[in-house]
């Protein structure tokens, strides 16, 4: 099993962040939220915001360098009006970007189609993934990493004119499954028992998030939706862009998009 150092939730670094409009009481509840994500610990998964390896972390200071993003993240976005929710973290997006369907790459301004401004505006973001690991690829220690899933999907937020602070992105399970036999950089479904985690956990999402009674909930596949028709949320079901789901991702969200924003007579 691997090496994981599960840290604790306090932050020791000084404050990163810069805190956009006066709402203390928002502020106050994604703060609580990142704290009890935080707070969470598995062996058979690797919570970004928590746990450190040695080895494919950058330093003992990733856990809190990717709290920051996702509270900066989440703050930019109290009056969003779309959630979408994919299935798990991944080892290329999430994990090292802390921020769900978002590569390391786009937060360093390394991606060709994705800014760091249009997911954390201002906020200074900052690399997590170990560039001199010898598990990354060349372009990987360059560059960070990549997420083909998240470059899909922030695409087709760019493609139906949406504005990406209207937009949240989630996992139903938010946090990194891995196989134990391939090691830390590798993905594996989520079980049962963690979509049941995930569910209690998005939940508390809906709490952050302000217009949530508003909110058109997206499940990207089939897990997703599973598990949000089991806890009797209203949404809408498109495919996993992966595994050759992509043209049917795009219909479906564009399908779903034009219906709740039909075009001008």
């Known amino acids: 099993m691997a090496n994981i150092n599960h840290r604790p939730a306090n932050d020791r670094l000084h404050d990163r962040l810069h805190t956009h409009g006066n709402d203390r009481r928002h502020d106050h509840t994604i703060e609580d939220f990142v704290g009890e994500l935080a707070a969470f610990a598995s062996p058979q998964a690797f919570n970004p915001w928590r746990d450190y390896h040695f080895d494919t972390d950058i330093s003992p200071d990733a856990p809190e360098i990717r709290r920051a993003h996702l509270k900066q993240y989440l703050r930019l976005r109290k009056e969003a009006k779309y959630l979408f929710v994919a299935e798990a973290v991944g080892y290329q997006g999430g994990r090292f970007s802390g921020v769900a369907l978002t590569s390391e790459r786009m937060l360093m301004g390394k991606h060709p189609d994705v800014s760091p401004a249009v997911i954390l505006g201002d906020h200074m973001a900052g690399r997590t993934s170990n560039p001199a690991s010898p598990h990354l690829k060349p372009a990987q220690r360059a560059s960070g990493f990549a997420e083909p899933t998240a470059t899909v999907v922030w695409k087709e937020i760019f493609h139906n004119g949406l504005s990406p602070f209207d937009v949240i992105l ?20 989520p079980a049962k028992e963690e979509l049941a985690v995930g569910a209690a956990f998005f939940g508390k999402l809906l709490s952050v998030a302000s217009g949530a009674e508003g909110l058109l909930v997206v499940a990207i596949g089939g897990h997703a939706a599973e598990t949000l028709a089991k806890m009797g949320v209203a949404h809408r079901h498109v495919p996993h862009p992966s595994n050759g789901g992509t043209p049917g991702f795009r219909r479906g969200m564009r399908g779903i998009l034009t219906e709740n924003n039909p075009p001008p007579c």
């Open 170 to 189: 989630w996992n139903i399970f938010p946090f990194h499954p891995y196989d134990a036999k391939k090691g830390l950089l590798s993905n594996r479904t």
